[in-house]
T-cell receptor, first 110, second 117 residues
Framework: AQRVTQPEKLLSVFKGAPVELKCNYS??????LFWYVQYSRQRLQLLLR?????SIKGFTADLNKGETSFHLKKPFAQEEDSAMYYC????????????WGLGTSLAVNP | GAVVSQHPSWVICKSGTSVKIECRSL??????MFWYRQFPKQSLMLMAT?????????EQGVEKDKFLINHASLTLSTLTVTSAHPEDSSFYIC?????????????FGPGTRLLVL
């Protein structure tokens, strides 16, 4: 069964510090992986997807197939990065859907 | 682009009544729409996936007669909570995908908060 694990429920860092939100997945095949973000009182929005290899708001994520990981990183956290972050692999084939992790709440302190 | 709206944004109803929630893709054609529940400080729970013009696919444990989904057009899907009870109180979120955007990326509505008294 496909699963995704975000081991940290809460991550607290100081402004300017590097941040890494961990995501590990179990999936047979080549997954498409996404990070979604939910800021306070706002809707979920796409942060980035691995296939595009873009850097959004300074965040990057590299797919490591050997470790089955897709950790989200930012070298210098900002207070406005405080939000809930969800890692979600996309399951293709029949019953196509995103598999949601439990999310990591990032708090960036001044 | 890729804006999804939901209506209403919140609703309070009496136990036993039915509530309809609309999800619209405003600037793209959504071949697939998804309905989720989100409990406070928890992750999203997928309820069902609906493809335009066909029956919805419900996740295990979700009662299809309780949560009726209709996806009659490429821009509109509705979720009807029938004979609502207090345990149905939750935050319901829809997302839409497809058309020229691709099947994998989902764009989310702002959610509908339902309170059943």
């Amino acid at each position: 069964a496909q699963r995704v694990t975000q081991p940290e429920k809460l991550l607290s860092v100081f402004k300017g510090a590097p941040v890494e939100l961990k995501c590990n997945y179990s999936y047979s095949g080549s997954p498409e992986l996404f990070w979604y973000v939910q800021y306070s009182r706002q809707r979920l929005q796409l942060l980035l997807r691995h296939i595009s290899r873009e850097s959004i708001k300074g965040f990057t994520a590299d797919l490591n197939k050997g470790e089955t990981s897709f950790h989200l990183k930012k070298p210098f956290a900002q207070e406005e990065d405080s939000a809930m972050y969800y890692c979600a692999p996309f399951r293709a084939g029949n019953n196509r859907k995103l598999i949601w992790g439990l999310g990591t709440s990032l708090a960036v302190n001044p | 682009g890729a804006v999804v709206s939901q209506h209403p944004s919140w609703v309070i109803c009496k136990s036993g009544t039915s509530v309809k929630i609309e999800c619209r893709s405003l600037d793209f054609q959504a071949t697939t729409m998804f309905w989720y529940r989100q409990f406070p400080k928890q992750s999203l729970m997928l309820m069902a996936t609906s493809n335009e013009g066909s029956k919805a696919t419900y996740e295990q444990g979700v009662e299809k007669d309780k949560f009726l989904i209709n996806h009659a057009s490429l821009t509109l899907s509705t979720l009807t909570v029938t004979s609502a009870h207090p345990e149905d109180s939750s935050f319901y979120i829809c997302s839409a995908a497809g058309g020229g955007i691709g099947q994998e990326t989902q764009y989310f509505g702002p959610g509908t908060r339902l309170l059943v008294l």
